[in-house]
């Protein structure tokens, strides 16, 4: 049998990598896997609120019974603020970022983004969820608060970025923009176990995936690519998670789209909390991402926190084939 080999100790074993490190990264990252497993424990209950009560807001036993998501918003930023790692955070639930007072002999010089809960319609219905996390290195000056220049930074300056999926089984999938690897929640033994070592996207796949219901608020070029899509026999699979829909792809290869629609002109996704973290990872695997007009996701410069981009992301030749559509196809093109 294989010897199982722990989150914890991969994160530290990878810190031999950087030769400078102070293991602040790597505090970090435990730190999220621990928010990770207290977020699972909510996930996992969810389909009980039924039948513990939550109609007025409470449970039988009279306490407050929160939304999943603020749940896990609230989760995420206790355990990053009680570790005294990181100097800030920004989530996709708060209007503004929040800074954190350095602890006394500690001055942090990481910021971290994330969306707590992806995809949380789906909690309902008991239907897969994620969370989605980003950590960038800071700008400001150390001795001071963290600014807001320290969250807008592109996507090419990330210094770790990943996911966790609550799904049949939960999985942490990670990357600090050496490979990306995979790790498996044991509940037996309350461990994420490395699972999937150095994970390669493939080159292309069998599925796109799309909300084919916004078909006609769509461009024409992407109308046409999605079109090629179905020609091709491709199999259409949205689940209405980001998180979840990527990491199919990102597993079995195809293409994800949010593009513009007539009610999201710039794209529906946050750049910082989602786009740019499901970016790395994907580019990390070997496959890239693109917004639907063209521009490298992680090329662009973030102006505000809770800017919204159109993403094509999965495996390299598709997304190449969907750029060359929409070269072809555009108005631009055509006249
Ligand atoms: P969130 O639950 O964090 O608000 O994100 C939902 C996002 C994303 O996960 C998903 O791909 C997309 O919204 C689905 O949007 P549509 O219902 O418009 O297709
Ligand atoms: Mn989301
Ligand atoms: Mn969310």
Request: net charge neutral; proline share 4%; aromatic share 10%.
């Given at each position: 049998m294989n010897r199982i080999v722990t989150l914890d100790e991969f994160i530290i074993q990878r810190q031999k990598d950087f030769p400078f490190a102070s293991g602040e990264l790597t505090g970090l990252l435990r730190d999220i896997g621990v928010a990770a497993k207290i977020v699972n424990r909510e996930v996992n209950k969810a389909g009980l609120v039924s039948i513990l009560g939550v109609a007025d807001g409470s449970n039988t036993s009279g306490d407050t019974v929160q939304k999943l998501d603020l749940y896990a918003n609230e989760k995420l930023i206790d355990c990053l603020k009680n570790s005294g790692e990181c100097c800030g955070i920004a989530s996709e639930e708060n209007e503004d970022f929040i800074p954190i007072p350095a602890l006394a002999d500690k001055t942090s010089k990481y910021v971290v983004v994330f969306d707590p809960l992806d995809g949380s319609s789906n909690i309902d219905v008991n239907v897969s969820v994620g969370t989605i996390f980003g950590i960038y290195r800071r700008k400001s000056d150390p001795s001071g608060p963290c600014t807001l220049e320290d969250f807008l930074q592109k996507g090419t300056e990330l210094v770790a970025a990943g996911y966790v999926l609550y799904g049949t089984s939960t999985l942490l999938v990670y990357t600090t923009g050496r490979g990306v690897n995979g790790f498996t929640l044991d509940p037996s033994i309350g461990e994420f176990c490395l699972s999937h070592r150095d994970i390669q996207i493939p080159a292309r796949g069998h599925y796109y995936s799309v909300n084919q219901g916004y078909y006609l608020k769509f461009?024409?070029?992407?109308?046409?690519?999605?079109?090629?899509?179905?020609?091709?026999?491709?199999?259409?699979?949205?689940?209405?998670?980001?998180?979840?829909?990527?990491?199919?792809?990102?597993?079995?290869?195809?293409?994800?789209?949010?593009?513009?629609?007539?009610?999201?002109?710039?794209?529906?996704?946050?750049?910082?909390?989602?786009?740019?973290?499901?970016?790395?990872?994907?580019?990390?695997?070997?496959?890239?991402?693109?917004?639907?007009?063209?521009?490298?996701?992680?090329?662009?410069?973030?102006?505000?926190?809770?800017?919204?981009?159109?993403?094509?992301?999965?495996?390299?030749?598709?997304?190449?084939?969907?750029?060359?559509?929409?070269?072809?196809?555009?108005?631009?093109?055509?006249?």
């Open positions: 461009d024409v070029e992407m109308r046409r690519y999605i079109d090629h899509c179905s020609d091709l026999n491709l199999r259409l699979r949205y689940i209405g998670s980001m998180v979840s829909d990527v990491h199919r792809i990102l597993f079995q290869g195809g293409i994800f789209l949010y593009p513009n629609t007539r009610k999201y002109q710039h794209g529906k996704l946050r750049l910082v909390y989602e786009c740019n973290p499901l970016s790395f990872v994907v580019e990390q695997a070997g496959g890239k991402s693109i917004s639907c007009q063209l521009q490298r996701i992680l090329d662009i410069q973030p102006e505000t926190l809770h800017q919204r981009a159109t993403i094509a992301i999965g495996s390299p030749e598709m997304v190449d084939e969907m750029k060359e559509f929409v070269e072809k196809y555009s108005p631009a093109a055509l006249y």
